[in-house]
């Protein structure tokens, strides 16, 4: 099937993640531009994994975490679409599913209903979803330094730090 193009978006477009200082990056339209190309393209398991694995690589001062609680036209769109886990998706955008389980049980569904797919097709998804979960990893210690000078601050009499 052929990518869909809405807006220059297409279902092969790479998301424009809002990087530090002044950058392009993405609108809340564009991410649901996005979706809607992924869901024509990939059904809506397909695209319900595709779209959480992307969103889940934000970083941590990423514009786009505010679209599900401030945003209000992405609130109703993802409101709106089914998850293959149960609830909606913006509920799984806002709990920040795990893209490996989403991935999987997307392919699960997939084998079900077309009888498709592969074993090895699996196991290469979700052996390149590990080992982009680990990327995260190497930057979790960044909000525990930060927290642990927080708590020492506030605690500071008790260390005698004045």
């Known amino acids: 099937m052929e990518d869909v193009m809405l807006y220059g978006i297409t279902a092969a477009s790479e998301p424009d993640y809002d990087d530090w200082g002044f950058d392009t990056y993405w609108r809340a339209n564009d991410w649901v531009t996005w979706y809607r190309n992924l869901k024509?393209?990939?059904?809506?398991?397909?695209?319900?994994?595709?779209f959480l694995?992307?969103?889940?690589?934000?970083?941590?001062?990423?514009s786009n975490l505010d679209y599900p609680v401030f945003n209000s036209a992405f609130k109703g769109y993802f409101s709106n679409v089914p998850y293959v886990g149960g609830?909606?998706?913006l509920s799984a955008i806002r709990s920040g599913q795990i893209p490996i389980v989403t991935?999987?049980?997307s392919k699960a569904v997939t084998v079900l209903e077309t009888g498709t797919?592969?074993?090895?097709?699996t196991t290469q998804s979700a052996a390149s979803i590990v080992s982009q979960s680990t990327t995260l990893l190497k930057y979790a210690w960044i909000p525990l330094l930060i927290g642990a000078?927080?708590?020492a601050y506030q605690n500071r009499d008790k260390f005698g730090i004045k």
Do not use: C, H, P
């Open 40 to 50: 024509v393209k990939f059904g809506t398991n397909g695209a319900n994994a595709r």
């Open 53 to 62: 694995q992307a969103w889940n690589k934000s970083g941590n001062f990423s």
């Open 87 to 89: 609830g909606t998706m």
């Open 103 to 105: 991935d999987l049980l």
């Open 117 to 121: 797919d592969s074993i090895e097709q």
């Open 149 to 151: 000078g927080y708590l």
